[in-house]
């Protein structure tokens, strides 16, 4: 049962990062060759990812990280290890910046490029380059965390 919740929860937080570097890929903030694809299209596809890929991962990776440490047998960890509140934190984070505020500022991009502002958009994708590098630390301080076992 570990392996098979340690692989799961592998791959929840696989897919975090992916959709993150994509958002960088794409982002002609951070990627300013990036700039002849950022559109309107992509940004109402960021709020899908966000909807479809990052809160079914964040949710993926909350719960099995909790039955890593609650439902096997022997298992050496607690709730209140360092490396497991780490997790808890980086999931909580990343949940607000992905789904609250990054899918949030998704739409209004979407929305000024739907109006030809492209001065707004610009701005706003400042502001979501910000936010992304923000959830990438988070995820990678997480997973060096969690691989580390900080405190334990």
């Known amino acids: ?42 940004h109402h596809t960021v709020v899908g990812f966000k909807r479809y890929l990052y809160m079914p991962a964040y949710l993926i990776v909350l719960i099995t990280g909790v039955l890593l440490v609650t439902a096997v047998d022997g298992s050496p960890y607690e709730m209140s290890d360092t490396f497991v509140l780490i997790g808890l934190i980086a999931i909580l984070a990343g949940a607000v910046l992905g789904e609250f505020y990054i899918a949030r500022q998704s739409r209004k991009v979407a929305a000024a490029y739907d109006a ?6 610009a701005s706003i994708e400042q502001k979501l380059a ?23």
């Open 1 to 42: 049962m570990r392996d098979t919740l340690l692989t799961i929860h592998i791959l929840g937080a696989g897919v975090w990062i992916g959709t993150n570097v994509m958002g960088f890929i794409v982002n002609p903030q951070i990627n300013p060759a990036a700039r002849v694809i950022a559109s309107d299209h992509w």
């Open 130 to 152: 910000i936010a992304s590098l923000v959830d990438m630390a988070v995820i990678v301080v997480a997973m060096v965390a969690m691989v580390s076992t900080w405190g334990f």
């Open 116 to 121: 030809d502002d492209k001065r707004t958009a």
